[in-house]
């Protein structure tokens, strides 16, 4: 069964950028629809960024044209490049995948915009 392990997290200023990384294991990585989540203490998991397996991309409206998601599916590795980070972007990231019926999230990976 695939499974998702994220990297790149970490502290950065505001105004910073970070490329968050999701590794995928398995060979039918690039049939699945991929998205990046993120938590801030106390607040509900949210949706950030999502792309599809065609490629089709969609965000929150917190983050557009802040952040961008995409996909390598030779690597099979999904990526979220975040720019002018704020301190409200402050959450754990998670990587999710779907191949319906079934999806799966990665362990997460904390980022945190701080001065």
């Known amino acids: 069964q695939v499974q998702f392990v994220e990297s790149g997290g970490g502290l950065v200023q505001p105004g910073g950028s970070l490329r968050l990384s999701c590794a995928a294991s398995?060979?039918?990585?690039?049939?699945?629809?991929m998205g990046w989540y993120r938590q801030a203490p106390g607040k509900q998991r949210e949706l950030v960024a999502r792309i599809s397996s065609g490629g089709s991309t969609n965000y929150a409206d917190s983050v557009k044209g802040r952040f961008t998601i995409s996909r390598d599916n030779a690597k099979n590795s999904v990526y979220l490049q975040m720019n002018s980070l704020k301190p409200e972007d402050t959450a754990v990231y998670y990587c999710?995948?779907?191949?319906?019926?079934?999806?799966?999230w990665g362990q997460g990976t904390q980022v945190t915009v701080s001065s």
């Open positions: 398995g060979s039918i990585f690039s049939i699945y629809d």
């Open positions: 999710h995948g779907s191949l319906l019926p079934s999806s799966r």
